[in-house]
């Protein structure tokens, strides 16, 4: 088992109450372990080590299982720690002591034991309100069957998947536990919904459902819901109940559920790494099993502008060769009904005036830019006295509402600096015009990130606005001004920064009073792709990220396990925070860690290649095995030479004589 165990960084007791409880099992299966003949187990110890009880050689850069083969061959090895791969003594285990940065593998005569299910079972997120009778089991067979009296083509489809999700645990031949086959069957799942209308996900989609599955007179069970989109909630719940074999551990379910936010993001950065079709339905399909329902497309920054444009085509006419990669409208139009049938809402940003080289192709042909060379090209917005870039602006964000249907946009408006002639007056002027024009003639509501309402002062504390508050200003700051908020802190929710997942499991309205708890929308994780980047930030000669072999075309399938095993399992964590946080369920706990195995297991098993929990990944490399070995000479760009001296700013860049 991967699964079970303890975090060991946070409190001593907890390690300490582990070993009490696993001593008998770690004192016999040493004492067993002496004979020769015996057969021997691994046993994983999370966040634990034996401190300096080694055994030459070591075994980093490898996987786990090639770990596990090389301390076989080796004279006294009984052990190692990951991913470090320090080999390990026999007697390790009488030295053993919390330790955060790896987990310790030890070779024991018994299997290793499961950890107790939480109490509330195999879902994630935790439910606002469950109740089980664990006295007893209900089995499902090769005959389930999911029904509903309601008329949606939308529901009928999702009937289909979670069919064909739950009929792969019925034929699982893999023992989940102890199975009584003197258990009732249940024979189906009913849906019962309040309407059956299939308008798109919007912020007022009610998500809400209720379980109930009892055995007797005669095992039945029902969801409840107000609409399509809870429905299918709760069929990822019921599913999530099941156990290999067809197993329900539990003979009464009661759930009562609902998210605790409106507002459950993951942002993609589409903007200088390319995401595939593939992998960002991928990515919808892992948001969706553990509700989250807001698709956050971070479409336009210094690599690229990713949406192909039918009135201004010279925006990705440059996206060629390496640099290619956009979404046409029928990829865009795929995508919103790709998210609609798993309740995820799509909502497009084109970042602006600052982040802008990425819309380059348009300099003299629409948009004006502060500087087009030296240190700042591209990298900034004018306002012109001719009005060329707000009229542009305007057209293009008017196409972007007719492709993306959502009532909300995100402008950006990040990270502007004085450029050239271009200053604060500048940004406020283009900010202003594009957030009335989307408010008032698109008829949509803007989001932001907090620039826009702490350095511009644009966003208005009303329900037209919002605000993402990402660094210089908690959502405590933004509530406290009247702003509708989105708790993104990179502190907690920038996947690039490598937090352990205890990081993303946290109460985004800590610090919050009553009158600001309100204004609270929830949470969004971000990916962003600056180590994907062929050269830094797309714009920095000779200067290459980690993972920038990954960035062409050619590189797509690798970046899809690369970007997907960087995200996930820790956006999971994040995703408990966004539905239903509980300040009494520690990130140490077993019940938590327990909790993150279960979701990660189910994740890849339905094909998501999230990385596994016992390993570590990041934007190069996944459990010690690099994506792609470095190329000979570093990739080179088809970029004219001005592109190239475009060079970026200060990421943490901040406006002079902002508010």
């Known amino acids: 088992s991967t699964g079970g165990g303890i975090r060991f960084t946070k409190l001593m007791s907890l390690f300490a109450a582990w070993v009490v409880v696993c001593g008998l099992f770690c004192a016999s299966a040493r004492a067993a372990d002496e004979a020769d003949d015996a057969t021997q187990y691994w046993w994983r110890y999370p966040d634990a080590d034996c401190g300096y009880d080694d055994v030459p050689g070591n075994c980093s850069q490898s996987t786990v299982d090639e770990c596990k083969a090389k301390c076989l061959t080796l004279v006294g090895c009984g052990g190692f720690n990951y991913p470090h791969g320090v080999f390990k003594k026999t007697s390790c285990l009488t030295k053993m002591a919390p330790e955060g940065s790896v987990d310790l593998y030890v070779l024991e005569a018994t299997p290793q034991p499961p950890p107790p ?34 008329t949606s083509a939308r529901l009928s489809r999702a009937i289909a998947r979670y069919t064909a999700i739950i009929g792969s645990e019925i034929g699982s031949t893999v023992v989940d536990g102890k199975h009584d086959s003197a258990a009732p069957i249940l024979p189906s799942l009913t849906l019962d919904l309040d309407t059956s209308d299939e308008i798109l996900p919007g912020p007022a989609t009610n998500y809400s459902y209720t379980l109930t599955i009892v055995s007797t007179p005669t095992p039945t069970a029902t969801v409840h819901a107000h609409s399509v989109y809870g429905a299918i909630y709760g069929m990822e719940t019921f599913a999530q109940l099941i156990t290999s074999g067809g197993v329900l551990n539990a003979s009464t379910v009661s759930i009562v559920d609902y998210p605790q936010y409106e507002h459950r993001s993951f942002m993609a950065d589409t903007g200088r790494r390319f995401w595939p079709v593939k992998t960002v339905e991928a990515l919808m399909d892992a948001m969706s099993t553990f509700k989250m329902n807001v698709l956050h497309l971070h479409l336009s920054d210094n690599c690229r502008y990713a949406v192909q444009s039918a009135k201004f085509p010279a925006l990705t006419e440059r996206l060629t060769g390496i640099l290619g990669g956009f979404y046409t409208a029928v990829d865009i139009a795929g995508l919103v009904a790709y998210g609609a049938d798993r309740g995820v809402r799509v909502i497009p940003e084109a970042d602006l005036p600052g982040h802008s080289e990425g819309m380059q192709g348009l300099s003299d042909k629409g948009l004006v830019f502060c500087s087009t060379n030296g240190t700042k090209a591209f990298a900034d917005l004018m306002n012109d006295a001719g009005g060329k870039t707000i009229a542009t602006l305007k057209t293009m964000y008017e196409e972007l509402a007719g492709l993306f249907p959502d009532p909300e946009m995100f402008i950006g408006a990040d990270e502007v600096a004085n450029n050239g002639p271009c200053n604060l007056k500048d940004y406020i002027a283009i900010e202003t015009a594009l957030t009335n024009y989307i408010t008032q003639d698109l008829n949509r509501t803007v989001g932001g990130w907090e620039e826009y309402a702490f350095e511009t002062g644009v966003a208005r504390a009303d329900s037209k606005f919002w605000v993402n508050s990402w660094h210089y200003h908690t959502q405590a700051a933004s509530t406290a001004r009247g702003f509708r908020t989105v708790a993104s802190n990179d502190s907690h929710f920038y996947l690039l920064y490598g937090q352990p997942s205890s990081s993303y499991w946290v109460d985004i309205a800590d610090g919050l009073n009553s009158t600001q708890r309100p204004l609270l929308l929830g949470g969004s994780v971000s990916a962003w792709c600056d180590e994907y980047c062929y050269i830094a930030y797309c714009i920095h000669p000779g200067q290459f990220p980690s993972a920038h072999a990954l960035f062409p075309p050619s590189a797509d399938e690798l970046f899809h396990q690369s970007i997907l095993g960087y995200s996930f399992p820790r956006a999971l964590a994040a995703a408990g925070s966004f539905w239903h946080f509980d300040d009494t369920l520690d990130a140490a706990s077993t019940d938590f860690r327990t909790s993150y195995d279960i979701a990660n297991q189910r994740l890849i098993a339905r ?13 190069s490399s996944r459990c010690g095995k690099p994506y792609s070995p470095a190329p000979a000479t570093p990739i080179r760009s088809t970029l004219t030479l001005p592109e190239l001296l475009a060079l970026h700013p200060d990421p943490k860049r901040r406006l002079q004589g902002a508010p």
């Open 607 to 619: 094909g998501v290649p999230s990385c596994p929990t016992e390993c570590h990944c990041d934007a």
């Open 117 to 150: 299910t939480p109490k509330w079972g195999r879902v994630w997120p935790i439910p606002q309100q469950y109740a089980y009778d664990r006295t007893g089991q209900l089995k499902l067979t090769a005959g389930f069957t999911i029904t509903s009296a309601a």
